[in-house]
């Protein structure tokens, strides 16, 4: 099972974000436009998801107004800090604190 990062796409989720109803899975690089409350560069992440070639460039701006309804959405349904995943597995979390173990 691949995990990927739920705001670009990457096969390298490090975070998990708690929001209502779930957790969205983030890498170190959308994780720091998280935490620096970077809305743009989140979203120019999300652009850097290669789009099928079989979807026109036309529908590029549609897919950057989804992008975007999708991260405020991620923005108000946040209910917390990041937690560190293990092995990129969502259901099982190490603390985030620096020096934190899990054993």
Same mark, same amino acid.
């Given at each position: 099972?691949?995990? @990927?990062?739920?705001?670009?796409? %990457? ?8 929001? =209502?109803?779930?957790? @969205? +899975? ?10 620096? =409350?970077? @809305? ?15 979807? %026109? ?29 293990? +092995? ?16």
């Amino acid at each position: 099972m691949f995990v @990927r990062c739920d705001f670009c796409g %990457s096969l390298r989720p490090r975070w998990a974000y708690p929001v =209502d109803g779930g957790a @969205r +899975n983030a890498c170190d690089d959308c994780r720091g436009a998280i935490e620096a =409350d970077d @809305r743009e560069a989140l979203l120019d992440r999300a652009l850097l998801i290669p789009l099928p070639r079989t979807v %026109s460039d036309r529908y590029a701006p549609r897919f950057r107004e989804t992008a975007k309804r999708l991260h405020e959405s991620f923005w108000r349904q946040r209910a917390g800090p990041a937690t560190a995943l293990r +092995n990129g597995d969502r259901s099982d979390r190490l603390d985030s604190r620096p020096g934190s173990t899990d054993e």
